[in-house]
């Protein structure tokens, strides 16, 4: 049965780092486009970024040149490292597998399956 379990989250202070890790039992990394996807209270789930094979990465604007999206197919693990933390990335963190091979939006009802999030504490 295909799983994501999320990790890594935390509290920090702004201008530092965190890295989070997703593992994804069952059909793994290399299939489909895998994403980061945040929600914070009272706001609607947002799309971080996305990977597929096919070398395509989608950046939101408001974490570009700050996070990045990786993955090692052999661990079956999607990564996410975000440098230079803000307030404002305070939020659950989810992982996602898309429903296709190539990712063309970074939207939620271009992904099947999730995990059940880690939270990251970003204080000023």
């Known amino acids: 049965q295909a799983q994501l379990v999320e990790s890594g989250g935390g509290s920090v202070q702004a201008g530092g780092s965190l890295r989070l890790s997703c593992v994804a039992s069952?059909?793994?990394?290399?299939?489909?486009?895998m994403a980061w996807f945040r929600q914070a209270p009272g706001k609607e789930r947002e799309g971080v970024a996305s990977?597929?094979?096919?070398?395509?990465?989608i950046y939101a604007g408001s974490v570009k040149g700050r996070f990045t999206i990786s993955k090692d197919d052999a661990k079956k693990t999607l990564y996410l490292q975000m440098n230079s933390l803000q307030p404002t990335d305070t939020a659950m963190y989810y992982c996602a597998r898309g429903w296709g091979v190539t990712c063309t939006a970074l939207t939620p009802a271009q992904f099947g399956y999730w995990g059940q999030g880690t939270q990251v504490t970003v204080s000023s």
């Open positions: 990977t597929d094979n096919f070398g395509t990465t």
């Open positions: 069952g059909y793994g990394t290399s299939q489909n486009c």
